[in-house]
C-alpha cells in the first residue's frame, strides 16, 4: 500500500456503525442460540437440536453478511485493491468513533467461537456415548441371544430347570 489511506467519509463511519450495531445485535442472538443449543444437546431431543441448528445457520449467514457489506463500504473508497481491502477496514475499524463497538463485536464473536467449541465437545462426548452404548448393547446382544439358530428358545429361569414361555 504505496498510497497513503483516505479515511473515511462521515457517510462510511455512519454506514460501518450501522452494520456494527447490527452486527452485534445477531452476535448476541447466536450466542443466545448457543446456550440454547447446548440445553437441547442435555436434554438429548432431536427435533429441538434440530430447530436450533437450522435458527443457528440461518444467524450464521447474518453474520457473514455483515463481513461481506463492511468491505463494501471499504470498496467504494479503494475501488482497485481489492487483495487489501480487509487490511484497509481493520484500519478503519480501529479509528475512534467506530473503535467501542468494533470491540465488542470481537469480544462477543470470540465469546460465541468458545461456546460453539464447548457445543461441539458436547457433541462430540455424546456421540462417543452412543457408541459404546451400542457397542455395549450390541456385544450383549450377541451373548444373550433369546434363540438358537433353530429357533428353540434358550431362556431358563434360574433355578427351576424350566424354560421361559414352557409351561
Known amino acids: 500500500m504505496s498510497n497513503p489511506l483516505p479515511q473515511p467519509t462521515p457517510a462510511q463511519l ?21 446456550d440454547e443449543e447446548l440445553v437441547a444437546l442435555q436434554r438429548g431431543v432431536a427435533e429441538d437440536i434440530e430447530t436450533i441448528v437450522g435458527r443457528k445457520n440461518k444467524v ?22 481489492e487483495e487489501e481491502l480487509k487490511k484497509i ?20 464473536a470470540k465469546e460465541c467461537r468458545l461456546r460453539n467449541q464447548r457445543n461441539g465437545t458436547v457433541v462430540r462426548e455424546l456421540q462417543l456415548f452412543t457408541q459404546r452404548a451400542l457397542s455395549l448393547l450390541l456385544e450383549t446382544d450377541a451373548q444373550l441371544t433369546t434363540y438358537d439358530e433353530l429357533g428353540r428358545n434358550r431362556l431358563l429361569v434360574t433355578g427351576s430347570g424350566r424354560q421361559i414361555g414352557s409351561a
Request: hydrophobic fraction near 55%; aromatic fraction near 8%; glycine fraction near 2%.
Open 14 to 34: 455512519a454506514l460501518l456503525g450501522s452494520i456494527l450495531s447490527q452486527e452485534e445485535q445477531k452476535l448476541q442472538a447466536f450466542a443466545q442460540l448457543l
Open 60 to 81: 450464521a449467514e447474518e453474520l457473514q453478511a455483515f463481513e461481506r457489506q463492511k468491505l463494501k463500504i471499504v470498496a467504494t473508497a479503494f475501488p482497485n485493491r
Open 89 to 108: 477496514l481493520m484500519v478503519w475499524l480501529a479509528d475512534p468513533p467506530l473503535l467501542e463497538i468494533w470491540q465488542r463485536v470481537c469480544a462477543l
